[in-house]
């Protein structure tokens, strides 16, 4: 089963998207999936996003990059953070 | 008590990488942590700063003799150089024994506001802390007065949190974040500008009728949004016009690209090292206040991506640089920041939700006392990081950022304390 890449995205590349970045990969160690993580600014998505499997964002982004986006806002606030990574998890399990 | 003064002293003489993690540690532990993971906490938060500092002397290598030579050649006057937020929140959280002082007043003040009612922003966003230890440690260094500069810390946070309480729907109407505001000084300050302008152009004959909204003007800018591909231009651009070597030239593009690319990176350390205190705290917020109809506080960051911010950003790189070069007495040379100018932005593009124009014009205007905020910044900036041992170069070349010039709430207050202080001391 090949790797998955995801891209997390945020304002900075280096706040918020470490700490989502940290628990996704958190996530998928106990869950025991492998995954590969980058993160990157928005400005930048539009030239990385063709090479991931889907995108986590923490900031608020355009929806017309071509690859499935994930809402990661609930890592940074804490509210309804289960979800998001069942959501994520699932789409790491998901092999077609 | 002169004993325990000079063990201070001598630990804070050791620079941050020394004392942060010991600083990061006692707070995880007063926070409830498990001594593993505070200790954890605590010296990654030492190698970021080691990280940083290797990744500042790449700059001064590079980017910094090229402007000195600059200086040389041609009496060039922008010898501020932004050097990018990194830097400058390395600073604020480095600036030594304010820092835990500034850390727990600011989040008393938040409290205290929670609980009578004067504010609806519970803020978790512990990172951008760094922009009032920032001002204390600023004025700090000038005064040596540590309840002095707690109290302007704790003024600008007081006021920013009204802001972002005003400011809130907006955020919740433009980008969909029920519940969720804003209190990052350098962004959502502009607020209080930013609005009034848009009504104030509304007005105008001819320009206040201009509308830009094209889709995915930023896709079609390309690659020139990336941070490494803008700092590799921007390298080039610069070393070319310092009559550099090819070498030279080369080398000062591959260098400020890896700058732009390397900092953040640093920075993603170091907030791995803070991320169990900025959970404890906020934790400890939520705990106490998290029932009650709150909005949630979270760095601009959270906003930033929307593309007509995005998009704006991109239309203001060439803007900056010629504001820059005419604006008489302007000394501060963008460079690291110009990838991230969407942080000053969202106040300039959201009033007229997303016209691009009016996104434009209104942050032309704010790059102006940006430009001259970041200016008057340099040499405290520049003193500050030598002084917790960041090594910026000898000669005419300063170290400022855009950032701390998006800052204007902390600057009129610093302002007005070494006004105070000037009459009194």
Redesign the interface.
Known sequence: MPVKKILV???????????AE?EIQAAARAAGIQVQTM??????????AHDVDFIV??????S?YGVPIING?AF????GKEQVIEEILNRLRDND | MQGFMNVINFIMDAGPAVFMPLIILILGLVFGQKPGKAIRAGVTVGIAFIGLNLVIGLLSDTVMNVVNRMVEIYGFKLTAIDVGWPIAAAIAWGSGVVVPFILIAVLLVNIAMLALGWTKTLDVDIWNYWQPLFLGGVVYMMTGSIWYAVLGACIAMAIIFKVADMCQPYVEEFFGLKGISIPHIESTGWALIGIPLNRLIDRIPVIGKIDWSPKHLEQRLGIIGDPMVLGLVVGAAIALIARADALTVLNTAIATSATMFLLPRMIGVLMEGLMPLSEAAGEFMKRRFGGRDVYIGLDAAAIVGAPSIIATALLLIPTIMVLAIILPGNITLPLAELGGLVFFLPWAVVPSKGNIFRGWLIGTLFMIPILYIASDYAPAMTQLGRQIGFEFPEGASMATCLSIGSQWITWVIYKIQMLIYSLFA
């Open positions: 995205v945020c304002g900075t590349a280096g706040i918020t998207s470490t700490i940290q993160r990157c600014t928005p400005g930048a998505v539009a030239t990385r964002t923490t900031t608020a982004l355009g017309h806002m940074i606030t804490g509210i």
